[in-house]
Each structure stands twice: as structure tokens, then as C-alpha cells.
């Protein structure tokens, strides 16, 4: 069987920050670290993992901002990241977590390819802790929105930040929650 690569982002659904989008092939037997489905792993055991990953294995991560998000929309950023994995994992078979190989040829979907792809697995996990990462350092820069805790999620807290001091640098514009659309969206951006 060929080599696999696989294939996950993180922050698809933020309402600020990053996508990012990692392929990952495996070096060396990695079975002892316990991969899995970065959201059923504590962040703590994510980063463990992840120190162990990058020196077992090939990867590139991708990131788009959110000025490139609002811009070109996500499933073109996805669709972008696709091709550059593809294109630098030339030898391998791709499997990416998803439904959708947005028209790139020879990439194989898997629903929940996160749970059942070890490789896709360490992807998953390579993307969330690469974005965790930058979103605790935005948080230095932005201390009244919360991006150590939720990440940039459209979790309540950060709706309220949104409500309060209106978008930064991060909130990806093209993004409007219900909760947000005519006091926010409508008004202070």
C-alpha cells in the first residue's frame, strides 16, 4: 500500500483567526502515542502528542488568514491547501477528513477520517495545536477578547467581547453569527 498523508484544518468555523490546514505522513512507528481525534484529546495531552509528532513525521501546515478568508471564502482556501499538499506529498495517497475533496483529483474523503486515520489523526492534531499556539499569542495583543480560552470560536464570551469593542485585526468579517448580525455586523464594522 502506498504511503498515506493525511489531511485536517483547524479554525474552520472561528469567527477570528486562522485556518489551518496540515498534511502529515508518518517517519517511524508512532502506535505508543496514542493518537486520536484532536477534540477528544485535553489540550495538554494534544500538546504532548504533538511534541512527539513533529519528530516522527513529514509535515507541511498551511495557514489563511482572515483577510484571505473573507476574501476568497474558505472552501477556496481549502481547495488551495489541498493542491499544495497534494503537489509536496506527491507519493502518497491522500486522505482528508471530510465529505468534500473541492475538486481536487486523487484525494480520498473520509467522514470522521480524524478518528479512524492515524495519519489524519496527527494532522488534526498538528493543525489544532499549531493554532492554539498563535491564538494565546494574539491574546497578548488583544487582551479583552479571550483567545487563550476560546480560540476564536463563536463561543458566548467572545460574542460578547464582539458586542463590546466591535471586530480587530482577526474577526473574519465574512462570518456573521445570528447573535451578531444587526447590533454588530451592522453597525460597528
Known amino acids: ?3 498515506i498523508c493525511g489531511v485536517d484544518e ?20 508512532t502506535s505508543e502515542l496514542g493518537l486520536k481525534d484532536s477534540k477528544k484529546l485535553t489540550p495538554k495531552a494534544r500538546e504532548k502528542i504533538y511534541l ?9 501546515t498551511i495557514y489563511f ?12 482556501c ?21 465529505n ?4 481536487i ?7 470522521k477520517a480524524d478518528a479512524k486515520v492515524p495519519e489524519v489523526s496527527a494532522a488534526s492534531i498538528i493543525a489544532k495545536v499549531s493554532r492554539d499556539m498563535q491564538m494565546r499569542s494574539f491574546d497578548y495583543l488583544y487582551p479583552n477578547f479571550g483567545y487563550a ?13 464582539l458586542r463590546k469593542y466591535g471586530s480587530n485585526e482577526l474577526t473574519r468579517l465574512s462570518f456573521k453569527p445570528k447573535a451578531l448580525q444587526s447590533s454588530l455586523f451592522g453597525d460597528k464594522i
Open 105 to 111: 483529483k486523487g484525494i480520498t474523503t473520509i467522514v
Open 149 to 161: 480560552k476560546h480560540k476564536g470560536y463563536g463561543v458566548k464570551a467572545h460574542i460578547e467581547a
Open 78 to 98: 481549502l481547495r488551495q491547501a489541498l493542491r499544495v499538499i497534494k503537489f509536496h506529498f506527491k507519493e502518497h495517497k491522500i486522505i482528508y477528513d471530510g
Open 52 to 60: 512527539n509528532l513533529v519528530e516522527k513525521c513529514e509535515f507541511i
Open 1 to 3: 500500500m502506498a504511503n
Open 65 to 76: 488568514n482572515n483577510k484571505i478568508i473573507d476574501e476568497i471564502g474558505l472552501s477556496n
Open 100 to 103: 468534500c475533496d473541492y475538486g
Open 10 to 29: 483547524a479554525g474552520r468555523g472561528a469567527l477570528a483567526g486562522e485556518l489551518v490546514v496540515c498534511g502529515c505522513a508518518f517517519n517511524g512507528d
